[in-house]
């Protein structure tokens, strides 16, 4: 059989980018990957059902039900060891990892984050409010981002960017719908497929 990395995909929300990873698994477009997991850090978030619904195992970790920061990622950790997860996507995961979980992951995690990064991205820009950000500085153009996950909130190495237009009139939920269509939704199934390969072939 040929050997596929087996992906995580951690949620927080709603997973249309879940769903484009699943359909890129299923098209295809993901060649060398399968995804094992799906991890959200929320209870009844819709991700879950599309999880679900293509047959792949979920699991749920709220911070709430755990001690400290320390605790919370254990759990996760438990998670991801006991379907042997080798890399981890973040798809819309809007809780903040730490070094040490970092570390333990390293070039083994990546993020899709609704920008072009280095604008609108760091602490406290995420989902709505990174669009917000943009329309209010006026910028003509956005798109999004994927990256390796490092300690520093949307910091690591850069894999893929696309960029979008603004357009006149635009609120967060319109710019936020046409840079998931035209920009995350292909570039983290592109990514992913491009980190799956290099694991594979033990680039990195
Ligand atoms: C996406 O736009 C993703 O880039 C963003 O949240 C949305 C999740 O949508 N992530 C962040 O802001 C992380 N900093 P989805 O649940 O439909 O994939």
Redesign the pocket.
């Known amino acids: 059989m040929v050997r596929k990395v087996k992906i995580g995909v951690m949620?927080?929300?709603?997973?249309?980018?879940?769903q484009a990873l699943i359909d890129a698994v299923n098209s295809g477009i993901i060649e060398n990957g399968e995804i094992s997991l799906v991890l959200s850090n929320k209870a009844g978030v819709y991700?879950l059902e599309r999880g679900k619904n293509a047959g792949i195992p979920t699991a749920v970790v709220e911070k709430k039900n755990c001690t400290d920061q320390k605790d919370f990622e254990a759990k996760l950790i438990a998670e991801l060891e006991s379907h042997e997860v080798e890399l981890i996507v973040?798809?819309?995961?809007?809780a903040i990892l730490s070094k040490d979980f970092t570390d333990k992951y390293a070039k083994r995690i990546i993020?899709?984050?609704?920008s072009l990064i280095p604008s609108f991205c760091g602490e406290g820009?995420?989902?709505l409010r990174?669009h917000r950000a943009a329309l209010e500085k006026g910028v003509k153009v956005s798109g999004?981002t994927v990256h390796f996950v490092n300690e520093i909130p949307?910091g690591g190495e850069i894999i893929m960017q696309k960029a979008v237009e603004v357009m006149e009139g635009d609120t967060p939920e319109t710019l936020?719908a046409r840079?998931?269509e035209n920009a995350?939704w292909k570039i983290l199934p592109a990514s992913t497929e491009l980190v799956c390969k290099k694991i594979l072939s033990g680039e990195i």
Do not use: C, K, Q, R
């Open positions: 949620v927080s929300g709603g997973g249309t980018n879940l991700s973040l798809a819309g995961f809007m993020n899709v984050h609704p820009f995420y989902g990174v999004a949307d936020s840079i998931l995350e």
